[in-house]
């Protein structure tokens, strides 16, 4: 805990703040938002209770041969307008309520977030911690204008704030002042790395000082927005070649072969095929469905020193990752995917992973080489193009490549001469399998711990396996089966290489803290009980 | 956080020594090797630098089998830099981590876990499994005798049971490089883990009744991957109590970010 306000500041209006006279203010979100939240379905379910209240009531009265809604009597019309006024006061109270003390701030050096009528619930995140900056639009929110801002840090969804919801042009402003601050805390670090870290720690405030400027700057034009930073290169994924990646799929093919001969085997044998199918179907194709509706439109645009990767058809998603904050890349070819010779890109980013992350850790859902070879240089700088393609297409014996032990061969027969590494200027690059092929490129700098694994099998081999372990994704860095020797000779460099690359990551101590929490925390999250308004 | 007398970052006299004199390992050793001068990146600092000038793997001499059969332990003239937190500008194989080993010593100054451990995880064992022993032995005179097979299993479950937790405990070892903690443990399925300094996130110490009535406690540690495997059980407590100050402050100098 760097920072806990004092208890009275639920109750100002006038929050503490760092620098007297500083530019950085609370600001509101949008006032539709609880509605938006679900204001319009407590409505709708009370207003339809009320309705049947009121059918209830004319039953109870009249009898099931009661009058037609004209001839009702003027006061029962009266009791139901009434009970949905009502409701729809309180929920326009509270949710006025709730707005009134949902506040943001683009602060100096973090971001925080205070909402919560019950339970004050107060987030922060400091920019040296933002992973990614999202702006969502779900359908709903699109009708109206609005969108969604959700910063993402590396503790996990529990951590990230979400800013629910803005103007689409107000969102944009904040997630670019909010990466603003982020690149200027990425400058400031890498300024103090450059000069001597003792100094440093004196230096700290100074440099601060060089960026005192808050959102309303921003707004002002101050500071230059970062959506004016050109894009290099755009990507996009035809929306023709996303269809055919879903439908040319091992399920299509079960479906087409399944369809007729549930249809022949109802029409002609046993009836109760069709209805058990049917299920079954339906959950083959809603995943589909969604990936489609998820992954359609798929651009990445390419700019100096983040991706911008934007998605989705009802619900628009625009990802913003700082390349910086890119922990590992996998680049995967299932076997079905072999012919049409497309390819997958998942990347792991901190605080990203779990169920329903998948749609942010793809980061190209299908591709052709030339893309995937181009994305993957621009995300990880300094990787070999030749390397990743050997370790795509490769089957054994390229130059670079430390593979499985021969020895190894009775536990993989098919992929030991695949499955290995190759050393890049910034990342390992592991490939595995075969049939189904699937390139890591881990960057040195982000291996977190090694560990060389042996099994009985192994010993009698003589093979062991390496585990570079990573933050939590979709990307594994195992290398199995090298020979024992290649094992711990694996171990010895790339830990040194790691160290070597770690250098450059280091964060320097801040003016005036000696740093307990470390660079991978997440969020603070203080959560106070009921209290008075 | 706790304070020990030992402020320094430095590895102990004698290893330091040991690094000097007995086996330091210059980058010429590391290039010998076949696929590492892939990355020994010229003069170029690893992250955003183009790859021009940096040797191309693409291209790069196909891995020779001679110099795996000699990992890297051979004396060479040149010592080693002091340890961190100044960057050198190649990658530098730690000399001390090129000898860590599945199962030798290799010359390293390996920490075996208190022996205190084997009796504290034989009490578990036994609190489990006796009163189980007695429950099949009982119900073997009173019921069935066909229930002395259930107490000859579980006899010998007890047994193996014992022999194992010796033979765990004792395969169980660290390290403290200058930069890495290494540990050891396992005997059937070996593994080494290896975490640097800069990548502790927190340390846990944790002590059970058990083990407290033993003057024990056990190391977690902490990186930013679920994956890593760092706990050490058995520490003398003001052992563990030291090394854990000593990993925090090691760590607060070698932090890196995310």
Redesign the interface.
Same mark, same amino acid.
């Not at chain 2, 170029?44 to 790859?51: E, I, K």
């Not at chain 2, 800069?198 to 927190?202: A, S």
């Not at chain 2, 070698?254 to 995310?258: D, F, I, K, M, P």
């Given at each position: 805990m760097t920072e806990r306000p004092e208890s009275g500041w639920l109750e100002s209006s006038q929050p503490e703040s760092n620098q007297p006279g500083s530019a950085e203010e609370w600001h509101r979100l949008h006032p539709l938002s609880p509605f938006l939240r679900g204001g319009v379905m407590i409505l709708a379910v009370g207003g339809y209770l009320i309705s049947q209240r009121v059918e209830d009531f004319i039953g109870y009265t009249w009898g099931p041969t009661g009058p037609e809604p004209e001839e009702l009597p003027f006061s029962g019309l009266l009791v139901a307008a009434l009970a949905f006024l009502a409701l729809v006061a309180v929920v326009v109270f509270y949710g006025w309520l709730s707005w009134r003390v949902a506040k943001f701030r683009v602060g100096q050096d973090k971001l925080e977030y205070r909402w919560g009528l019950l339970y004050k619930q107060h987030r922060q995140v400091r920019y040296d911690r933002i992973q990614s900056v999202d702006i969502t639009r779900p359908f709903m929110a699109r009708l109206v204008g609005l969108s969604q801002v959700v910063v993402q840090s590396a503790g996990g969804s529990d951590s990230h704030v979400e800013l629910s919801y803005l103007t689409h042009t107000r969102a944009l402003e904040v997630r670019d002042a909010v990466l603003s601050r982020v690149d200027a805390e990425e400058a400031q670090a890498a300024a103090l790395a450059a000069g001597r870290p003792g100094e440093a720690v004196g230096a700290a405030g100074q440099v601060t000082g060089a960026y005192p400027l808050g959102l309303d700057a921003v707004l002002r034009g101050t500071v230059e927005p970062t959506r004016g930073r050109t894009v290099l290169r755009t990507i996009k994924v035809p929306t023709g070649r996303l269809v055919l990646s879903l439908l040319y799929h091992p399920v299509t093919v079960l479906i087409i072969l399944a369809v007729p001969a549930v249809l022949l085997g109802s029409i002609y044998g046993s009836v109760a095929l069709l209805p058990a199918m049917f299920p079954i179907v339906v959950g083959l194709v809603i995943p589909h469905g969604r990936r489609f509706l998820n992954e359609a439109n798929f651009v990445v645009d390419v700019e100096s020193d983040r991706l911008r990767i934007t998605h989705g058809l009802t619900t628009q998603r625009s990802n913003t990752v700082p390349l910086a904050r890119i922990q590992a890349v996998e680049i995967s070819q299932g076997w079905f995917w072999r012919w049409p010779d497309w390819w997958r890109m998942k990347v792991t980013i901190a605080g990203v992973a779990g169920e329903d992350t998948e749609s942010q850790t793809t980061a190209f859902p299908v591709g052709m080489e030339e893309e995937v070879l181009d994305l993957a240089q621009v995300m990880l700088p300094g990787v070999d193009r030749e390397a990743v393609l050997a370790g795509m297409r490769g089957m054994g014996g390229e130059p670079g490549f430390t593979t499985s032990s021969r020895r190894s061969a009775i536990f993989q027969p098919w992929t030991w001469r695949r499955n290995g590494y190759a050393v890049s200027e910034t990342a390992l690059i592991i490939r595995r399998g075969r049939l189904a092929r699937v390139v890591s490129l881990v960057p040195h700098a982000r291996v977190q711990s090694m560990s060389v694994a042996q099994g009985p099998l192994d010993r009698w081999r003589r093979v062991a396996s390496v585990q570079l372990d990573l933050t939590a994704g979709p990307v594994s860095g195992s290398v199995p089966h090298l020979d024992l020797d290649e094992a711990h000779r694996l171990l010895a460099e790339q830990s040194a290489r790691s160290a070597l690359a770690r250098t450059a990551l280091r964060t320097p101590l801040r003016l005036g803290a000696t740093r307990q929490t470390s660079p991978g925390e997440p969020a603070e999250v203080v959560t106070e009980g009921p209290t008075s308004l | 956080m706790t304070t020990t007398p030992q402020p320094s970052f430095e590895p102990p006299a004698d290893q330091a020594a040991d690094a000097l004199t007995d086996s330091a390992v210059t980058d010429d050793a590391?290039a010998d090797?076949g696929?590492?001068d892939?990355?020994v990146?010229g003069d170029?600092?690893?992250?955003?630098? *183009?790859?021009g000038e940096?040797p191309?793997?693409?291209?790069?001499?196909?891995?020779s089998p001679e110099p795996?059969?000699e990992? =890297?332990s051979e004396p060479l003239p040149e010592p080693l830099s002091e340890p961190? *937190?100044e960057?050198?500008e190649? *990658?530098?194989?730690?000399p001390e981590?090129?000898r860590?080993?599945?199962f030798g010593e290799g010359g390293l100054d390996w920490q075996p876990v208190s022996p205190r451990l084997i009796t504290t995880r034989t009490i578990t064992l036994l609190a489990w499994l006796v009163p189980m022993l007695i429950a099949a032995v009982g119900a073997a005179l009173l019921v069935s005798e066909w229930l002395w097979i259930a107490a000859a299993a579980l006899l010998l479950l007890i047994v193996w049971g014992l022999w194992l937790i010796r033979r765990q405990v004792s395969a169980m070892s660290y390290l403290e490089l200058s930069?890495?903690l290494v540990i050891r443990k396992g005997r =059937?399925?070996?593994?080494?883990?290896?975490?640097?300094y800069?990548?502790?996130?927190?340390v846990d110490l944790q002590s059970g009744p058990l083990e407290r009535k033993y003057g024990m406690a056990t190391l977690q540690i902490f990186?930013?991957? *679920?994956?890593?495997?760092?706990t050490l059980p058995g520490l003398p407590v003001e052992i563990a109590e030291q090394m854990r100050g000593r990993l925090m402050r090691r760590?607060?100098a070698?932090?890196?970010?995310?």
């Open positions: - | 590391v090797s696929v590492a892939d990355a990146p170029a600092l690893p992250g955003r630098v *183009p790859s940096a191309d793997p693409g291209s790069a001499p196909v891995v795996l059969s990992p =890297l961190l *937190p960057a050198p190649h *990658p530098r194989v730690d981590m090129a860590v080993e599945m930069e890495d =059937l399925f070996r593994q080494v883990s290896s975490i640097p800069g990548r502790l996130q927190y990186t930013a991957s *679920p994956s890593t495997s760092a760590g607060e070698q932090r890196a970010g995310l």
